[in-house]
């Protein structure tokens, strides 16, 4: 068990539809990222939040957003929901910006039929 | 834009002979870590490696980081089946906090 808890663990939703995912961090960690992996990929840098703050942002598409609250756990949002949008959708958190440990939750797999 | 790639992308071994895969970067990395990911679960460090031609070593596993800190790799000797997973390599590009990850090595172990 890393610490890191999201929710939820499974989503199954249509196309056009709206979902958000939630993430709280390793009691202490101010840093939480966000990665999705599509089936059998890699995983793609998102964007990450330190202390309520936007610090870094990857590929993130226009049509997804995140934001950190004060009490450090996070959300994204994902709209207008697309088929390739499906994947595991992943949380990580830090003690740090950076450098340090990512530990990872379990993750969150989205299907969009 | 910052890419890291690793190959080979799978590998499938017998149990008891050698990996190793290899990560490159396009650009410089202020460090590197590894991460090991088992099927259906999620990424776990495995270890940081700071310095310009930094070695270390976990029993079975040794971990590199290149001179022009833009490349490493990680290699297992004698491999068992609980090596089983893919490897992620993950730097962290020079000036900037992102965390880029490798494609990933998919490593399948015979027993």
């Known amino acids: 068990d890393s610490g890191v808890t999201q929710t939820p663990k499974h989503l199954i939703t249509a196309t056009g539809q709206r979902v958000t995912l939630r993430c709280s961090p390793r009691?202490?960690?101010?840093?939480v990222y966000w990665y999705q992996q599509s089936l059998d990929q890699g995983l793609q840098f998102l964007i990450q939040?330190?202390?309520?703050?936007?610090?870094a942002k990857g590929n993130i598409l226009e049509r997804f957003s995140a934001q950190q609250f004060p009490d450090l756990h996070s959300e994204l949002n994902l709209s207008s929901l697309e088929l390739g949008d499906s994947a595991l959708y992943f949380c990580?958190?830090?003690?740090?910006?950076?450098?340090?440990?990512?530990?990872f939750g379990e993750g969150s797999r989205l299907t969009v039929l | 834009g910052q890419q890291v790639m690793q190959i080979p992308q799978y590998q499938h071994v017998q149990e008891g002979e050698d990996f190793t895969t290899y990560c490159n970067s396009s650009?410089?990395?202020?460090?590197i870590q590894w991460y090991k990911q088992r099927p259906g679960g999620h990424p776990v460090f495995l270890i940081q490696?700071?310095?310009?031609?930094e070695v270390k070593k976990q029993k079975r596993l040794t971990f590199q980081f290149g001179e022009a800190k833009k490349n490493s790799s990680l290699h297992i000797t004698a491999t068992q089946t609980t090596d089983v997973g893919t490897y992620f390599c993950?730097?962290?590009?020079?000036?900037?906090?992102?965390?880029?990850f490798g494609t990933g090595t998919r490593l399948k172990v015979l027993a």
């Open positions: 990580a958190s830090s003690v740090e910006g950076s450098p340090g440990e990512l530990f």
């Open positions: 009691s202490g960690d101010l840093s």
């Open positions: 939040y330190y202390n309520g703050e936007e610090r």
């Open positions: 650009t410089t990395l202020s460090n």
């Open positions: 490696l700071v310095k310009s031609g």
């Open positions: 993950a730097g962290i590009p020079s000036g900037t906090y992102k965390y880029i």
